[in-house]
């Protein structure tokens, strides 16, 4: 069966920089292209980037510019994400989703982030 | 960046009742629209992508229309499993923005 499994709870400082990984078992992991999504506390979904590992390519949504850096791992079948510059907003559970150009149709089952001093 | 504005925010609803949840666009985004649905603890699970075609595995009583600006999600009989939040998001252009989120209550 196909899945994503999520990297397990981090705990991190402010100003200090975490990676959060994701790693398909069962398909093709090239055929697909990999997002992040994150949800605050109480709050709804915000998405922050996608990659297609096929062409190595990343896209990001404006605000996490600068800070957030997305790879993948063919060999392993296992999508990073990397946000620095953490801050306490920074916060909340971190999902991967895998899909096409169109939709997400396999999530993960997120992996919390607490960002404290 | 494309804004997305679902209503209602929340729903007082009750079984077997049928529902309508609206999300509008601030610009044309043809059908590059997708609905979820979230329960608490959980991830997102797609209902309706390109607007109106029904994922696999997902019951026939939800459905999904609209193009250009303006889309709904429909469920015709609320069953007590659909109690959960609704997203819409475009993947018309990045960012892949999402909707607020539509709440639904017993």
């Known amino acids: 069966q196909v899945q994503l499994e999520q990297s397990e709870t981090a705990v991190k400082r402010p100003g200090s920089s975490v990676r959060l990984s994701c790693r398909a078992t069962g398909g093709t992991f090239t055929s697909y292209t990999f997002s992040w999504v994150r949800q605050a506390p109480g709050q709804g979904l915000e998405w922050m980037g996608r990659i297609v590992p096929i062409l190595n390519e990343a896209n990001y949504a404006q605000r996490f510019q600068g800070r957030l850096s997305l790879t993948a791992d063919k060999s392993t079948s296992t999508a990073y994400m990397q946000l620095s510059s953490l801050r306490s907003d920074d916060t909340a559970v971190y999902f991967c989703?895998?899909?096409?150009?169109?939709?997400?149709?396999?999530w993960g089952q997120g992996t919390l982030l607490t960002v404290s001093s | 960046d494309i804004q997305m504005t679902q209503s209602p925010s929340s729903l007082s609803t009750a079984v077997g009742d049928r529902l309508t949840i609206t999300c509008r666009t601030s610009e044309d985004i043809s059908t590059f629209l997708n609905w979820y649905q979230q329960k608490p603890g959980k991830p997102p699970k797609l209902l309706v992508f390109s607007a109106s075609n029904l994922h696999s595995g997902v019951p026939s009583r939800f459905s999904g229309s609209g193009s250009g600006a303006v889309f709904t999600l429909t469920i015709s009989s609320l069953q007590p499993e659909d109690f959960a939040t609704y997203y819409c998001q475009q993947t018309y252009r990045i960012p892949h923005s999402f909707g607020q989120g539509t709440k639904l209550e017993i």
């Open positions: 989703a895998r899909g096409t150009n169109v939709y997400d149709d396999l």
